[in-house]
């Protein structure tokens, strides 16, 4: 079965704009699993743009909330993993001028920090999968650092589909990526700018088990409600 995991970051933005408490993302991330996600992923960045640290606390305290913690590798950034202890970990690339994270992991320029980074979050029971671009090669060398699964950045195929554009070669990209990472023992994951389309055409690659979905789906829930949306992108990739 393949999995959804619902990125609540947007809601925390939300809150963040008047520095209040409402919406609550704790709330949030409780309905999220109770409308069907089988995972909340926050991204805790250096700057706390959107989740907060008392936000990754208050979740992961909750093991009825399976949380995906997504990370830069920074020693601040792996002593709140080793305090907190969230299910799973995604490593993202992070710049501080980005509006959202705009690909996947330098693999090649980051080998040595990379292989330390996870073999400590191996050493924890922490399932770790590294965000990276659909690219043969950085499959490859994601398991060679170590990683259990791999995060594809479907930023490209989404902006495509959604400009109407031809995104044939963008999918057999993913489709191959996949089936190498399956091939290799890793799981594979797909995340990033999805929408509904997007989602019905890569649920067609049966090598991937989790979509990680959030802006589209805080965005859709204004008009829709966030039970309607969740429920939704459940039937469409299950």
């Known amino acids: ?81 080793i305090k907190n202890k969230p299910e799973f970990v995604c490593i993202v690339p992070e710049k501080r001028t980005e509006i959202t994270t705009e690909g996947g992991l330098n693999l090649n320029k980051n080998k040595k920090k990379l292989y330390t980074f996870i073999k400590k979050l191996n050493n924890q029971k922490i399932r ?38 031809k995104y044939l070669k963008e999918f057999n990209d993913i489709k191959k990526c996949s089936l190498t990472a399956k091939k290799m023992g890793l ?22 088990k989790e979509f990680n979905i959030g802006h589209f789906i805080v965005g859709e829930s204004i008009f829709f409600g966030f039970k309607k949306v969740i429920k939704k992108f459940i039937k469409i990739i299950k």
Do not use: W
């Open 128 to 165: 770790t999968s590294l965000f990276i671009n659909p690219k043969i090669s950085d499959v490859k060398l994601s398991k060679l650092l170590g990683a259990q699964c791999v995060e594809l950045h479907t930023g490209k195929i989404s902006n495509k589909i959604k400009n109407k554009q």
């Open 1 to 81: 079965m393949k999995r959804l995991g619902v990125n609540i970051d947007h809601i925390a933005t939300l809150r963040n704009a008047r520095g209040e408490k409402h919406p609550n993302v704790v709330d949030a991330a409780k309905l999220a699993i109770k409308y069907g996600a089988d995972s909340v992923t926050i991204h805790l960045r250096e700057d706390r743009r959107h989740i907060l640290d008392k936000d990754v606390i208050n979740i992961t305290k909750n093991k009825n909330i399976p949380t995906n913690l997504e990370i830069a590798t920074t020693n601040e950034m792996l002593k709140i993993v």
């Open 187 to 208: 799981e594979v994951h797909a995340g990033h700018g999805m929408d509904y389309k997007t989602a019905k055409i890569l649920s067609k690659i049966k090598e991937i």
